[in-house]
């Protein structure tokens, strides 16, 4: 079967950096997704890895490594605005997203 | 251009009542997906369709039912709604199933009673 864990909660501060953890176990693999939601509204696409090492978008970066089942999502310069939920999901053999129960992180001045 | 769009925004149901959630795209999107989002949980796919005319179960189909008529309509039905199936509901779509991204409606929160 398939498994996603991240942390329930994470606090930092504006300006700073923040790393969010995903860990999963999958017998497919088509991929490791992140999105962003903010509280009550749709999830948005923040990045897509299929191959081991880091896609840097910007403020945000993604890294994978497929060998530990281990992904994470790097946030520098954080904004008031960042503040939000952060879903991992993993695309498995039949192209189906699985999703992590997400990270809700809180941003304090 | 709207995107996806979702309707209603939100609804009170008695249980028992057969209720449509309705869900419209405009990007010409092939794959379309019907979630439901529950606290403390993650997102879970209910019904699936890879283009118009096939539909496929998720990781929970029970109780709901789809159609996919054409391209850019993909109705999720709760034939006789139980409590259990309060929750928030997402439409979303993608290029194709295969696609790196989806996107995601605005959601239908779903209160059963």
């Known amino acids: 079967g398939q498994n996603i864990d991240q942390p329930t909660e994470m606090t930092a501060t504006e300006g700073a950096i923040v790393q969010i953890n995903c860990t999963y176990q999958?017998?497919?693999?088509?991929?490791l997704f992140w999105y962003q939601q903010h509280a009550g509204e749709a999830p948005t696409f923040l990045s897509y890895?299929?191959l081991d090492g880091l896609e840097e978008k910007g403020r945000f970066s993604s890294f994978l490594s497929r060998s530990k089942g281990y992904s994470y999502l790097l946030l520098k310069e954080l904004q008031m605005k960042d503040s939000a939920s952060y879903l991992c999901a993993l695309m498995d053999s039949n192209y189906q997203l699985i999703w992590g129960a997400g990270t809700k992180l809180i941003i304090k001045p | 251009i709207a995107g996806i769009t979702q309707a209603p925004t939100s609804q009170i149901l008695a249980a028992g009542r057969r209720m449509t959630l309705r869900c419209t795209q405009d990007?010409?999107?092939?794959?379309m997906y019907w979630y439901r989002q529950d606290l403390g949980l993650g997102l879970r796919l209910i019904h699936y369709s890879n283009t118009a005319g096939t539909t496929g179960k998720g990781e929970v189909p029970d109780g709901y039912s789809v159609s996919r008529a054409n391209t850019d309509d993909f109705p999720l039905t709760l034939a006789s709604a139980v409590p259990s199936q309060t929750s928030v509901y997402f439409c979303?779509?993608?290029?194709?199933?295969?696609?790196?991204?989806?996107?995601f409606g605005p959601g239908t929160r779903l209160t059963v009673l």
């Open positions: 890895n299929v």
């Open positions: 979303a779509s993608s290029e194709s199933l295969e696609s790196d991204t989806q996107y």
């Open positions: 990007m010409r999107h092939n794959a």
């Open positions: 999958t017998s497919g693999f088509n991929g």
